[in-house]
């Protein structure tokens, strides 16, 4: 079971806007702005997307963005394309045994 | 351009011992905390260890510990995984990437472990 919690899939159409969350605890999410976002197409090697909640690395588009609200995190993609279909990963430092979480991941499926 | 290469997977038998490499390239390889993440087939994620870039902090997941050792050779710009006593459970493709406890920046192309009798 993934320390942070991610939603299995997700659908939605070409042109929407669609907002991924990541729940974790007080200890990850909650305490730390250290949440990172990855993109992975099947057999792929994942592709940071978003890190420290709301910055983008050079070259990624700003139709991805990234904020924080409590214990969870959320990942908005916006103006949907088919490109974006693929696996998308969440992130955080953790205080508690291991250094890095991972979230279980989220299928997007662009319909 | 950055570019992180592993290599040394394949398939070991329960018990067994097999040592990734990751050679990388095109930055400034002893200024930055470097890991290895593994993906299980069909699965997600999981950060298996970190070392820091003078190689005086090194972290595991709880799954790995006592059994694998992170190293890095800052003259040849390589880091390595020692992984003893494999399991079924180890299996995976397993990532060099580049980052600290923040974010993982780049990411290599994998290299498959198998342990399989």
């Known amino acids: 079971q993934s320390a942070l919690t991610q939603p299995a899939s997700v659908s939605g159409s070409p042109g929407q806007s669609i907002t991924l969350s990541c729940t974790g605890t007080?200890?990850?999410?909650?305490?730390?702005?250290?949440v990172s976002w990855y993109q992975q197409h099947p057999d792929k090697a994942p592709k940071l997307i978003i890190f420290?909640?709301?910055n983008r690395p050079f070259g990624i588009s700003d139709r991805f963005s990234g904020s924080k609200s409590g214990n969870t995190a959320s990942l908005t993609i916006s103006g949907l394309q088919a490109e974006d279909e693929a696996a998308y990963y969440c992130?955080?430092?953790?205080?508690?045994?291991?250094?890095?979480?991972f979230g279980g991941g989220t299928k997007l499926t662009v319909l | 351009e950055v570019q992180l290469v592993e290599s040394g997977g394949g398939l070991v038998k329960p018990g067994g011992s097999l040592r990734l490499s990751c050679a990388a390239s095109?930055?400034?390889?002893?200024?930055?905390?470097m890991n290895w993440v593994r993906q299980a087939p069909g699965k997600g994620l999981q950060w298996v260890s970190s070392i820091s870039s003078t190689s005086n902090n090194l972290y595991y997941d709880d799954s790995v510990k006592g059994r694998f050792t992170i190293s890095r050779d800052n003259a040849k710009n390589s880091l390595d995984l020692q992984m003893n006593g494999l399991t079924a459970e180890d299996t995976a493709v397993y990532y060099c990437t580049r980052g600290g406890a923040d974010f993982f920046d780049y990411w290599g192309q994998g290299t498959l472990v198998t342990v399989s009798s």
């Open positions: 992130a955080s430092y953790t205080a508690i045994t291991t250094l890095i979480v």
């Open positions: 095109g930055f400034i390889f002893d200024s930055y905390h």
């Open positions: 007080h200890s990850d999410i909650g305490g730390y702005n250290y």
């Open positions: 420290d909640v709301t």
